[in-house]
């Protein structure tokens, strides 16, 4: 009777022992977690009248927070270009832009594939005219300014590819937006 006392007690104080280790595995790691790192970004192609193309890159690295909210930083960089008349008596009109830009960003899962975004940024811009003035004389203009934009926009995750409609409510001419929503493609990993 003895025997089969101890080999009770021992075959409990082992499920209990196992049961306590099974939940300290179950239990969320404090602090930072490389596990909930989330690399990601959008690439972007535009073309259209006046020999007008351009291109965006835009890598993000984030961090999930919760399973239904991840946030983090980017860096952005777009280039275009276009030709076109402006008045009568100028020739054309050669105008370049490169935009470097760094961005915060916040994706919120309001179902398993479905999220809602806001992304502020701030581009550094750099804007080069170069056009024939009324004397034929190639005439050359640089601007550089700072051009804020926030996106707002809701999606659908396909991991890896990630599809968005955003909007730019800040409006600034300058961005690599414009004034219209827009289709966002990236992917996550």
């Known amino acids: 009777m003895k025997k089969i006392g101890l080999l009770i007690l021992c075959a409990v104080i082992s499920i209990t022992a196992y049961s306590q280790s099974g939940e300290?595995?179950?239990?969320q790691v404090k602090g930072f977690d490389p596990s909930k790192l989330v690399y990601g970004g959008q690439i972007g192609f535009g073309f259209g009248s006046n020999d007008y193309w351009s291109i965006y890159l835009s890598?993000?690295?984030g961090y999930r927070f919760t399973n239904n909210f991840i946030a983090g930083a980017g860096i952005?960089?777009?280039?275009?270009t276009e030709k076109y008349h402006w008045l009568s008596y100028l020739s054309e009109i050669k105008e370049k832009q490169h935009q470097f830009g760094i961005n915060l960003y916040a994706d919120y899962y309001f179902s398993r594939r479905f999220f809602v975004t806001v992304k502020?940024?701030?581009f550094y811009q750099r804007e080069t005219l170069k056009y024939n003035d009324e004397d034929g004389v190639q005439a050359k203009i640089t601007e550089n300014r700072f051009v804020p934009a926030v996106l707002v926009g809701i999606g659908i995750s396909l991991r890896p590819v990630v599809l968005s409609l955003n909007y730019d409510i800040v409006q600034n001419s300058s961005t690599p937006y414009g004034d219209s929503v827009f289709l966002g493609v990236g992917f996550s990993f």
């Open 120 to 122: 502020p940024e701030l």
């Open 76 to 80: 952005s960089y777009a280039y275009a």
């Open 24 to 27: 300290s595995l179950n239990q």
């Open 59 to 61: 890598p993000q690295l």
